[in-house]
């Protein structure tokens, strides 16, 4: 994973990159493909105005501009994803078949305020 | 090793169980892999138009619903073909463990594909009739297989055995989601379509030659999450 050193006081929502190597959680012997993914993550702050710029629900955008004016009151809308692609993994299992899964919203696209 | 509380939550999430010993040795039939990079290519949505974008949980391929896909082999393959009774040139039994499907699964196509692996010089202009029959009830160790009951599910004539032949066993009403059998034994009868001597040995070489492997689609509604709504 990427990590964003807090250099900016606020870094705003985005999907930082997050690799899934199945090797390296045991799994390269019976998972035949992909070695493995792109998963990423999202990280980051949804505040007022910078809800604004991200793909986020209106509603996001007015609970950013309530906690710019009553931080107190209501906290900051989440950084989630919210466009996801699916992935496909070929694997034996334990009676020795070979097996395709498809698995839907595997990989984070793009993160917005919600 | 012991797996981890979160390893296990993890498999269990996606469906999948940790393997019981050494990794199997089986290649990856072509068939799988074309699949595989299929799906692997149609993931990627972000960049193709929206009507030519893939259905989810489909499998374009095979032109059926579907998220699970399971190549599994003849579990009688290693067992040598008993002797043919009468005119046979073959009489093999055929045995596929499905004891891996869910009820939660719902079955949208079980192919069987026999490949008597394009058995070159055999009488290539011979002509073949094939009956496939599903064997029933249990069957007493060392009694010939004619003994064996079994009700005779298909005959087809075939030009030649040189490409692999596929049969639709859905289609034959042998299984539907309320008969999941754990287990499917059928028996292979091949005969020359046309009298005439076969060279010495052709028979006993199709026994050895032959692959018979099943392609079972199933499509778990539990993964197909709904298309996500526009945003108003």
């Known amino acids: 994973a990427t990590h964003h050193s807090p250099d900016s006081p606020d870094p705003p929502c985005a999907a930082r990159q997050l690799y899934i190597n199945f090797q390296e959680v045991g799994w390269h012997n019976w998972i035949i493909a992909p070695r493995g993914f792109m998963a990423n993550y999202c990280q980051g702050h949804c505040f007022f105005p910078t809800a604004t710029k991200i793909s986020s629900l209106n509603h996001a955008v007015m609970q950013s501009l309530m906690h710019s004016v009553a931080p107190a009151t209501t906290p900051p809308p989440c950084c989630v994803p919210v466009k996801l692609s699916p992935i496909s993994v070929l694997f034996y299992d334990n009676s020795d078949n070979v097996v395709l899964r498809h698995y839907e919203d595997m990989v984070v696209d793009e993160c917005g305020c919600r | ?232």
């Open chain 2, 1 to 232: 090793g012991a797996l981890s509380p979160q390893a296990s939550a993890l498999l269990q999430t996606l469906g999948l169980s940790p393997p019981s010993g050494p990794p199997p040795t089986r290649p990856v039939p072509s068939v799988m892999w074309r699949l595989f990079q299929r799906g692997t290519e149609a993931a990627e949505p972000q960049d193709l138009p929206q009507e030519s974008q893939p259905l989810p949980c489909h499998v374009e391929e095979l032109g059926v619903p579907g998220n699970i896909v399971r190549h599994v082999l003849d579990g009688g393959a290693s067992a040598p073909p008993e002797p043919a009774s009468g005119s046979l040139c073959l009489e093999k039994p055929l045995f596929f463990n499905l004891s891996f499907l869910d009820l939660k699964e719902q079955l949208t196509l079980v192919r069987l594909e026999l490949n008597f692996g394009a058995p070159g010089d055999l009488a290539p202009d011979q002509g073949w009739e094939l009956s496939l029959a599903q064997a029933q009830g249990p069957r007493l160790w060392g009694q010939p297989l004619h003994w064996h009951q079994r009700e005779v599910l298909l005959s087809r004539t075939v030009p030649s055995l040189r490409d692999p032949l596929y049969f639709d066993m859905l289609s034959l009403g042998l299984m539907g989601n309320s008969t999941f059998p754990h287990n499917l034994s059928l028996v292979l009868e091949v005969l020359p379509a046309r009298e005439g001597a076969l060279p010495p040995g052709s028979c006993s070489m199709l026994g050895r030659s032959l692959e018979a492997s099943l392609l079972v689609v199933t499509l778990d509604p539990q993964l197909c999450q709904p298309a996500p709504r526009k945003r108003r």
